[in-house]
């Protein structure tokens, strides 16, 4: 079988994230891989850059061809596989071409700025049939494979409740380099939220399955940040709109045979270092008869395993002893640094066809993950208790909505101010165009939340947000809530 062609974006000499450099490179250019993939191409700022690119890491010009342009790189039939490890603003754009021309396509997470972007990409990969793969690559940890083998096996019984501390012990509580600048920036998509806690709470909800409903909390504890120039030992002053801390409780789905019903999952997550002694990452699993603990005692970065050794312990209640649980890396992955050992083994699941047997997270995937951060980062201040208030009154809007004309023409009902039943309406069981864009359905918090953030009193005043938003907008607004929860707008 011949190689796989890979077309790696992002990997740059100059590039202030070396994603691409200390994760993918090393596992691509591996002895072991030489018989199941092949750089044939470099897409970076310009054609030159890619050049020197492939100068600078010494692959061959011949067989290497360097791109600048996106679509011209789409439009290359000798590659098999795009890679992207691109800051995240930039993912949307260089990997959309390739998406759409049904290139087969790897994205590092997050996938794109916000979960907006993440949909259309989404959606375009299975309108082109495009195989798609992202970076959630704890998924596959041997560690974290152990996990759920144990929970497999009931060694606990079902699992009660959960919860996950973790803290960032690399950084610093004022100070950010300046290639970590848009950390800050919550708008562009990659930050401590997003990036740290967004692959530690996949990994959890790989293993334990998603939030039925969750609460949140965050917090900016320190806002005036120095950003440092590396290059001249400058330094910057900015003002930070991302959470430093995050806390976050809620019920577990049953979505895994072992999960009990009303499971419940914690997770606290701090961007700063731990207080002196204290581990910077431990996920207790407590069951029936027993709890699992995974501990990081040097680091907590789960997907990566780079600053130090995780331990995994089973604690029995009945007879009250703590036994060590043993994993490891396969042999090939020892022979690579920390960080291109799972982002090889998700290689080497692509290459053997075998993503739907592990749990590979695709663009479907990353959306979830996706609105679950957005959730965190825009919308901290509705509860679900008070959704919870408002999804029966909207129950009965969906009744009307779907028995009436409104649903099929997507034009304004009555007078919103005039009657609660007053809504414009979208097919909640099929997509629809307006203005053409499809629209699909939206989890119920986004749209409560954004219409609660306006008016929080009655339902008719929620109501009437929405529509009058919709209509100035030149569209419609809120449909209606179907019994999964789920809303339809446009």
Excluded at 412 to 441: C, F, K, M, T, Y
Aim: some cysteine; glycine content about 8%.
């Amino acid at each position: 079988m011949p190689p796989i062609r890979v077309a790696l974006l992002g990997l740059s000499q100059s590039a202030k994230t070396s994603w691409a450099n200390d994760a993918h490179f090393p596992y691509l250019q591996s002895p072991h891989v030489k018989e199941k993939y092949q750089i044939v191409a470099l897409l970076n700022s310009s054609e030159d850059a890619a050049n020197r690119a492939i100068a600078a890491y010494g692959l061959d010009a011949t067989t290497v061809k360097g791109y600048g342009d996106p679509q011209a790189l789409a439009k290359d039939p000798n590659v098999d596989l795009v890679v992207c490890c691109t800051r995240v603003d930039l993912h949307y754009d260089t990997v959309r071409p390739s998406v759409a021309a049904g290139k087969n396509v790897y994205v590092e997470w997050p996938l794109a700025s916000d979960h907006q972007d993440a949909r259309e990409l989404a959606s375009l990969a299975r309108n082109s049939g495009a195989q798609t793969i992202v970076g959630l690559q704890a998924r596959v940890d041997p560690a974290i494979r152990k996990i759920r083998q144990l929970l497999e096996q009931e060694v606990i019984g079902k699992v009660l409740s959960s919860d996950l501390s973790a803290y960032s012990p690399a950084s610093d509580r004022h100070e950010i380099s300046d290639g970590l600048g848009y950390f800050l920036e919550k708008r562009v998509g990659g930050n401590p939220v997003t990036i740290m806690l967004g692959h530690r709470i996949d990994a959890v909800h790989s293993v334990l399955g998603e939030f039925e409903t969750f609460q949140s909390h965050t917090q900016v504890q320190r806002p005036g940040q120095e950003i440092l120039n590396r290059s001249d030992g400058t330094r910057t002053s900015k003002v930070s709109d991302v959470p430093d801390l995050v806390s976050i409780h809620g019920t577990l789905a049953t979505q895994q045979p072992y999960v009990a019903p009303g499971a419940s999952l914690v997770v606290n997550f701090h961007y700063e270092p731990p207080f002196p002694g204290t581990t910077p990452l431990v996920w207790t699993i407590t069951g029936e008869k027993g709890q699992i603990r995974l501990s990081a005692e040097s680091g907590s970065l789960i997907q990566t395993n780079a600053s130090g050794p995780m331990t995994l312990q089973v604690y029995m209640f009945d007879s009250g002893k703590v036994e060590d649980i043993s994993w490891g890396w396969e042999d090939w992955q020892t022979a690579l640094p920390h960080r291109a050992r799972n982002i090889g083994k998700l290689y080497e699941i692509y290459a053997e066809n075998k993503t739907a047997e592990y749990g590979v997270a695709d663009f479907d995937a990353a959306v979830k993950r996706h609105q679950e951060m957005d959730a965190l980062l825009w919308k901290p201040r509705i509860s679900q208790p008070l959704i919870n208030l408002y999804i029966p009154k909207l129950h009965r809007l969906a009744a009307f909505v779907e028995e009436s004309d409104i649903v099929r023409r997507g034009i304004p009902g009555p007078d919103p101010s005039a009657d609660d039943e007053a809504i414009v309406g979208v097919d909640l069981h099929n997509p629809v165009v307006h203005q053409d864009r499809e629209v699909e359905r939206l989890d119920v918090r986004f749209c409560l939340t954004f219409a609660l953030d306006v008016e929080q009193s009655e339902l008719s005043n929620f109501v009437s947000c929405c529509y009058t938003v919709g209509r100035e907008g030149g569209g419609a607004g809120v449909a209606a809530v179907d019994d999964e929860g789920f809303v339809g707008e446009f």
